[in-house]
């Protein structure tokens, strides 16, 4: 009787599993087909061709959901529309939305994105 109880707890966690994997990638190429501000075209393609690549959108896509509020997400969304209209590029865009949908003063996070960006140029 142990050994049917631990073949139904086997296949259940393995159903779930399966669930969760596929529910990862749906995710992330929904991620990848509707989220333009972090992701172009060529990632699009990526996406459809290279299987692994949706899954870790996904997985990203539902850490990200799991870290930030509902109002941090709302405010990032609003700052990188308007950021998309004055054709900021994309890296600096995100960067700079992080920072201030995070609640950082304007000037502070001028002052990080500068080490940054100016940190990488050779």
Same mark, same amino acid.
């Given at each position: 009787?142990?050994?049917?109880? /631990? ?14 994997? /596929? ?8 991620? %990848? ?5 972090? *992701? @172009? @075209?060529? $990632?699009? %393609?990526?996406?459809?061709? +290279? ?10 896509? +539902? *850490? ?6 509902? $109002? ?5 969304? %609003?700052?990188?529309? /308007? +950021? $998309?209209?004055? @054709? ?12 201030? +949908?995070?609640?950082?003063? /304007?000037? $502070? ?14």
């Amino acid at each position: 009787m142990t050994g049917l109880k /631990a073949k139904i707890g086997a296949s259940t966690f393995v159903y779930l599993l399966y669930g969760l994997m /596929a529910g990862l990638y749906f995710l992330g190429l929904y991620t %990848i087909g509707t989220d333009d501000h972090r *992701y @172009s @075209s060529k $990632q699009l %393609i990526l996406g459809f061709f +290279a299987p692994p690549y949706p899954w870790y959108v996904g997985g990203k896509t +539902a *850490y990200r959901y799991l870290i930030t509020t509902p $109002q941090y997400r709302r405010s990032e969304k %609003i700052c990188l529309d /308007a +950021a $998309q209209e004055k @054709s900021v590029p994309r890296r600096l865009r995100l960067d700079w939305c992080g920072c201030l +949908a995070s609640g950082e003063d /304007a000037k $502070q996070c001028q002052d990080n994105m500068m080490k940054k960006y100016l940190r990488m140029r050779p």
